[in-house]
């Protein structure tokens, strides 16, 4: 899969999410920019995943018929033409980071896929559902990975 280059001016890969973005901060998304998917690309889906969460891979952020010339998002909104699905916590859009007190720090992966078309997920798709989807019919995907631990 080809590859899109996706950057946060809130943290940079790797290091720390700041405190706003947390479930127990303002519980804001964080600002995102994305580098133009490939040709072909009718709409991009978005996902934020803590792989390292006690019950099993916990899906924060789901969004999915993003417009493919948007070029990102701003803290706090969904990306343009996109619809939001409910997270893990059971609510439709964003809840940040909330990992156990004293864990170590949780890895959250933000994952943006390039699509040909539009996908087929359940509104509160897993994680592995959404992986699963994607290796069947994405175009490109890029990665960016924040830290948050309590």
Known sequence: ???IELRSTAFNDRTPIP???AKDGENISPPLTWSRPPTGTEELVLLCEDPDAPSGTFVHWLVTGIDPESGGVAAGEVPDGGTAHRNSFGEPGWDGPQPPVGDRAHRYRFRLYAVP???PL???ATA???HRTMSQHGLASGLLTGLHQR
Do not use: F
């Open 128 to 130: 592995a559902q959404v």
């Open 19 to 21: 405190g706003r973005h």
């Open 117 to 119: 078309e539009p996908v």
């Open 1 to 3: 899969m080809a590859g």
């Open 122 to 124: 359940p509104d509160s």
